[in-house]
C-alpha cells in the first residue's frame, strides 16, 4: 500500500491516525531534515511564526532561490524544539496555492450564484465605501457588524469598525474559548491563565484532545507528562487519539459537569482537599460545598453513565497526586448552553487541590505587566506600546448581544470579543434593531458558526458583505466585494504576546515578497479602504515598520532584534512559579472583587442569579435518535485549511462515526453511504462503524462539506458539521453551541 493511501485509511479510523503519524498525532517531521539543518544548503532562515491556526507558533522558515521550501517549529524555542505539527509544515503548500484569491472581485450575478469580475483595488475600495455610506445613511453606522478570527490583525480591521462607529464588533471567541475565558475571569479577575501540562502527574480531559486539536507546545508538555509517568484519565463519548494514551471513560455527552460536581463531594467528604490553599486563597467555599452536597457519586453515575467505582477512583487519584494534578479547562468550550457553568466548576475543583502556581498545575501567566507586581522579577521585561491614534467616535446605540449590560447575561461577555452568533439573529429578526452590512475577515460564518441555513439565509438578506481572506471560502461566495490577503509567509504582523512561565514577545515577518503581485497585507488593506472611506487619522503609519516600533521601543527592544531571532524572552530568567518555595506566598494579580478566587462569584450572581455553578440536566437522546458531536482532526485547522493542497491530499473528507451495535441495528455497515437527518435538514454522508463511540452518540471531525466551488479540492466533499446543530446560543457568552440530536438511515 503507498504511504498516501495509508495515510488517508488512518484518518479515517478511529486510532488509526496514531500509526500513521508516529504515535503522538502529527508531530514528527514530514520531511528528511529539518530546515535549519539544512541551512548549509539554502539562502537563508527566516525565523516568524506560524498561522495555520491561531496558536501563532515560532517557526524557522527555509527560503532557497528566493521560494519558500520547508518550515519547522523555532529550534530555539523550548515550547516547540524544532517541532511542528502538520498544519504548519503545510505552510509552502497554502503559499504557492494556484487555487488563492488573485485579485479584488465585485459580485456580478445573483448572490451566492458565484459570478465575480476582476477589478482593481482602487475600484474595489471605491465600491466599498460607496455600498457602506449608503447602509450608514439608511441605517446608521450600528446597522454594519465586523467580525473575524482573532489575532494581530484586529487592530487594522477593527479600526474601520471603530472609526465609523459601530458598537457591533466580534471576534470568533465565542465559537470557540469564550465560556473558559469567561470563567477564568469571574474566577480569578483574568483571563490569562494556563496550565503546566509537562510537570503535571495526573492530568483528567473532558473531551480535550491535545493529538488532534494540536497546540504544538500544549502537546509536547502532555507527551513530556505521559513520558514522565503521568497518568491520563480521558472523559469523552468517543476514542481520541489522546483517549487511546491513557484510560477511557465513555461518559455520556452533556453530563461533564455532574462528573465534577461529584468529584468536589468525594473530595469534601473524604477530606482529600487543600485546607489551607482554600482558608488562604478562596472566597465561598462554603456556598460551593453547600450545591455539592447532594452530588454524590450514585447521582453521577446515573448521569454520566460511568460506574460510580471509576468517579470516586479516579477523584481519589487525583487528589493524591496534588498539588501537581491537572483536571483541564478545556479549549473549544462552545459545546452546550450551560459550558460556562462547567468551565466555572473545573476551576474551583482544581483550587480544591491547591494547584495553582506551583509546578504541574495551573499559573498566570507572566508577561510584564505582571512582573511589575513582584520587585525582584520586574526588570526583566517591560510592556509592548500601541499605536497613538486619535479617539474613536462613540456608539450611539448599544450592542445587539447584550455585552456589558448590567443585570444580564451579557454583563460578563468580554467587550473585545462579543458573542458572534447574535450576529445573524439580528438580521433575521431585526432585532434589537437590523443589520444591514457585514465586514468579515478570515472568518467564514457558514462553516463556523451552528446553523449553516439560518446564516446562509441571514447573508441573502443583507445589503452589502465585505470578505477579506486568502481563499474564495464559503462566506466569500455569498460576498458583494471580496478582497485577497496574502498569506503570514508574505507579510509582517504586530509583535504579539505570548507569555507563560516568562515573557515572550513574537514577530510574525515575511519570508518571501508577495507570490501574487496583486495581493496585500492587511495592514496596508485597511488603511487605503480607511483613506478612501475619510478615516485616514486613524491610520497614522505609512509603513508597517513604523507600527511596529511604536510596540516595540516603549518595551527596550528593535526591529531589528526581533527580525534576527523572530521572538524574544529575557536572558537569565526562568520559569517563575510564585507558590514553588512559599506556600503561602500573595497572589497580588488575582484581580477580583474580594481579590481572592471566587468560589462564589457577586460578578456571576448579579448577571445570572447564579453565582455558585448550578447543574443543568439536558435532554439525552431517546430511542433512535443519537447525540452528534464533533471534533478536530490533527491535520485540519478547524473552517481554514481543507482546501490546502498537501492537507487535502492527507484527509480531503470526513465521515460519521457510529458504534458498531448501533449500526447493526440499522442495517449500517463500514462505508455505507447514510442519511443524517437534523430537524428539517438532511446531510449524506459515509458511515465509519467502530467500536470507539458510545452507542447513544455519533461523531464527525469539523471543516468539511464545503459549499464554494472555487475550494475546488474540497467542495461537496464530507459533512458539514455545522448543517447538523441548531447554533442555540449559550447563556453565558453567547457562545455557540456544538451538539444536537440526529437520526440516521442507510442512504
Not at 21 to 50: M, R
Not at 95 to 121: C, H, N
Not at 135 to 157: N, Q, T, W, Y
Not at 531 to 547: A, N, R, W
Amino acid at each position: 500500500m503507498k504511504r498516501r493511501q495509508f495515510l488517508k485509511g488512518a484518518l479515517y479510523g478511529t486510532g488509526g491516525v496514531i500509526v500513521a503519524f508516529g504515535g503522538f498525532g502529527t508531530l514528527t517531521k514530514l520531511g528528511p531534515k529539518n530546515a535549519v539543518a539544512e541551512a548549509k544548503e539554502s539562502e537563508k532562515i527566516v525565523y516568524s511564526a506560524c498561522e495555520m491556526c491561531r496558536n501563532q507558533c515560532p517557526i524557522a522558515v527555509q527560503v532557497k532561490n528566493g521560494k519558500v521550501v520547508k518550515v519547522d517549529g523555532h529550534p530555539d524555542d523550548p515550547a516547540m524544539g524544532g517541532s511542528l505539527c502538520a498544519r504548519g509544515q503545510a505552510g509552502p503548500s497554502l503559499l504557492y496555492d494556484p487555487q488563492r484569491i488573485k485579485k479584488p472581485m465585485i459580485r456580478t450575478g445573483a448572490r451566492g450564484e458565484g459570478k465575480f469580475k476582476e477589478v482593481s483595488w482602487d475600484e474595489a475600495y471605491q465600491y466599498i465605501s460607496d455600498q457602506l455610506k449608503k447602509v450608514i445613511d439608511k441605517s446608521g453606522a450600528e446597522s454594519v457588524a465586523l467580525a473575524s478570527r482573532k489575532g494581530p490583525h484586529d487592530l487594522f480591521f477593527r479600526t474601520i469598525g471603530q472609526g465609523i462607529g459601530t458598537p457591533n464588533i466580534f471576534s470568533h471567541e465565542a465559537t470557540c474559548p469564550m465560556t473558559r475565558s469567561v470563567a477564568l475571569d469571574t474566577t480569578f479577575g483574568t483571563e490569562g491563565i494556563s496550565a503546566d501540562y509537562g510537570n503535571t502527574k495526573y492530568l483528567i480531559s473532558l473531551s480535550r484532545n491535545w493529538f488532534e486539536g494540536i497546540h504544538v507546545p500544549q502537546a509536547k508538555g502532555v507527551m513530556k507528562a505521559l513520558n514522565n509517568g503521568a497518568k491520563m484519565v480521558v472523559l469523552d463519548p468517543r476514542f481520541s487519539v489522546s483517549a487511546s494514551k491513557g484510560e477511557w471513560l465513555p461518559i455520556k455527552a452533556t453530563t461533564e459537569l455532574a462528573f465534577v460536581m461529584a468529584m468536589a463531594n468525594i473530595m469534601i467528604n473524604e477530606n482529600l482537599f487543600d485546607k489551607d490553599f482554600v482558608a488562604q486563597y478562596v472566597e465561598g467555599f462554603e456556598q460551593w460545598a453547600e450545591a455539592v452536597k447532594d452530588k454524590t457519586p450514585e447521582w453521577a453515575a446515573q448521569e454520566t453513565g460511568l460506574a460510580r467505582e471509576d468517579i470516586v477512583r479516579v477523584t481519589r487519584e487525583f487528589a493524591a497526586a496534588k498539588p501537581h494534578a491537572i483536571l483541564d479547562f478545556g479549549w473549544r468550550t462552545a459545546l452546550t448552553t450551560n459550558d460556562f457553568q462547567l468551565r466555572r466548576a473545573i476551576l474551583l475543583v482544581n483550587m480544591m487541590i491547591g494547584n495553582f502556581e506551583v509546578a504541574g498545575g495551573y499559573f498566570q501567566n507572566k508577561g510584564a505587566g505582571v512582573l511589575k507586581k513582584f520587585p525582584e522579577q520586574a526588570g526583566y521585561a517591560s510592556p509592548l506600546g500601541g499605536l497613538k491614534r486619535p479617539a474613536f467616535p462613540k456608539p450611539t446605540k448599544p450592542r445587539i448581544d447584550n455585552t456589558g449590560v448590567k443585570g444580564t447575561p451579557g454583563q460578563l461577555i468580554p467587550a473585545y470579543d462579543g458573542g458572534v452568533g447574535q450576529i445573524s439573529i439580528s438580521i433575521l429578526t431585526g432585532q434589537p434593531y437590523p443589520i444591514q452590512a457585514w465586514l468579515v475577515h478570515r472568518f467564514n460564518p457558514i462553516i463556523t458558526l451552528g446553523n449553516s441555513e439560518q446564516t446562509i439565509e441571514a447573508l441573502k438578506k443583507l445589503d452589502f458583505i465585505l470578505t477579506c481572506d486568502v481563499y474564495m471560502t464559503d462566506t466569500a461566495y455569498y460576498s458583494d466585494v471580496v478582497l485577497p490577503e496574502n498569506t503570514y509567509l508574505e507579510r509582517y504582523e504586530q509583535v504579539y504576546d505570548m507569555s507563560g512561565l516568562t515573557p515572550k514577545y513574537v514577530l510574525r515577518q515575511p519570508a518571501v515578497s508577495s507570490v501574487y503581485a496583486d495581493t496585500k497585507p492587511h495592514w496596508q488593506i485597511y488603511k487605503e479602504l480607511g483613506e478612501k472611506m475619510g478615516l485616514s487619522k486613524f491610520f497614522p503609519y505609512q509603513t508597517i515598520e513604523e507600527v511596529l516600533n511604536q510596540q516595540l521601543t516603549p518595551a527596550g527592544l528593535t526591529l531589528d532584534l526581533m527580525k534576527e531571532k523572530g521572538f524574544w524572552t529575557p536572558s537569565g530568567m526562568k520559569p517563575f512559579y510564585v507558590r514553588a518555595t512559599d506556600p503561602k506566598a500573595s497572589l497580588p494579580f488575582i484581580e477580583t472583587q474580594s481579590k481572592k478566587i471566587e468560589f462564589f462569584s457577586p460578578e456571576v450572581e448579579e448577571a445570572t442569579k447564579e453565582g455558585i455553578p448550578v447543574y443543568v440536566k439536558h435532554p439525552q437522546p431517546e430511542e433512535g435518535t443519537f447525540r452528534f458531536v464533533q471534533g478536530k482532526v490533527a491535520v485540519h485547522t478547524n473552517a481554514g485549511t481543507a482546501n490546502v493542497p498537501v492537507l487535502n491530499e492527507l484527509m480531503s473528507t470526513n465521515s460519521l462515526w457510529i458504534n458498531t451495535v448501533s449500526a447493526k441495528k440499522l442495517g449500517i455497515k463500514d462505508g455505507d453511504d447514510i442519511i443524517i437527518t437534523s430537524g428539517k435538514f438532511e446531510h449524506k454522508g459515509k458511515a465509519t462503524v467502530t467500536e470507539g463511540i458510545r452507542p447513544d452518540t455519533v461523531f464527525a471531525y469539523h471543516g468539511f462539506g464545503r459549499i464554494s466551488p472555487e475550494l475546488k479540492r474540497a467542495f461537496g466533499k464530507g459533512i458539514n458539521v455545522n448543517k447538523l446543530v441548531s447554533g442555540q446560543l449559550g447563556t453565558v457568552g453567547n457562545s455557540v453551541t456544538s451538539m444536537d440530536f440526529v437520526t440516521l438511515k442507510k442512504a
